[in-house]
């Protein structure tokens, strides 16, 4: 693969499961947290997304990670990973803090005027998963469980089964990388989960996968978990204050602009739903 293209921002779990897999392979790559405008056209702000040597878009984290050498992953697997990600909707429980922490989160591109340029444009996105995760708290679909730890129980019977450092064996696989993309996501804006993993009794092998992990991955520069689990480490770069600026005066022109902004993101959600369908 000579040149692969990566869309997505590294808050979300199915991006960092790509970008964990891309530098486990050491594989080079270029990200944008803004999509291609063919990519917009046809799937909307879905994320991730990759383009492996100038072909067309491909989504979907466990397709890519198969792609790029990992294993498939099975539906009863994939169904499990996905129960860990409940406590995702409380992200937004505090406009200011959801807003100020992807403002840290600044694109990658190395040219400063692109970067800008995304880094404006990109609050768009931000609204859009803002906007859908408050719909969905409005329409009920937060429900709390009696203990965040429960989502993890039957992972921490497979982790207690393991007979490597990995569910993988002696490296990372496909659904190592899935769950470890979750737990960056809840650590990128902590939630009920964060406090839930470091502190059940329950859970012991899993804060040891974790810990390994984050061994496995000490110079991956957008590791979140580790200012919460060991070994710690610091978080992630933050974006300068020039990125800073763009991404804030981009969020304030999609607000002065709510009479766009707002119907683009129900068209966009109506179209994506109907996609993923």
């Not at 859009?128 to 429960?150: H, N, Q, T, W």
Request: net charge neutral; hydrophobic share 45%.
């Amino acid at each position: 693969m000579s040149a692969i293209k990566l869309y997505g921002n590294d808050h979300s779990p199915w991006v960092q499961a790509v970008m964990l897999g891309l530098h486990q392979k050491k594989l080079e790559y270029t990200r944008s947290t803004v999509p291609a405008p063919e990519l917009l056209m046809s799937w909307g702000v879905m994320m991730p997304a990759a383009s492996f040597d100038g072909e067309p878009w491909e989504l979907e984290s466990k397709n890519l990670l198969a792609r790029i050498g990992f294993s498939p992953v099975s539906a009863e697997d994939m169904a499990e990973i996905r129960r860990t990600w409940q406590g995702v909707l409380h992200r937004a429980d505090f406009w200011t803090r959801f807003w100020g922490e992807f403002s840290l989160a600044s694109d990658p591109c190395p040219t400063q005027p692109m970067r800008l340029l995304n880094n404006f444009l990109r609050s768009f996105t931000v609204l859009y998963f803002f906007l859908f995760i408050r719909f969905a708290v409005l329409m009920g679909r937060r429900r709390e469980p009696k203990s965040y730890g429960d989502q993890y129980r039957s992972w921490e019977a497979r982790f207690a089964a393991m007979q490597g450092p990995f569910l993988g064996g002696d490296s990372p696989d496909s659904v190592d990388l899935l769950l470890f993309g979750i737990i960056q996501c809840h650590c990128s804006i902590p939630v009920a989960p964060v406090t839930a993993l470091q502190t059940d009794p329950g859970l012991v092998h899993t804060r040891r996968w974790i810990s390994q992990m984050q061994n496995c991955f000490s110079d991956y520069p957008s590791l979140y978990s580790g200012v919460y689990f060991e070994p710690h480490s610091p978080p992630p770069e933050p974006a300068g204050a020039i990125d800073q600026l763009a991404f804030w005066l981009g969020a304030i022109t999609i607000l002065a602009f709510f009479w766009i902004s707002i119907p683009l993101v129900v068209v966009l959600a109506y179209r994506n739903r109907k996609l993923r369908g």
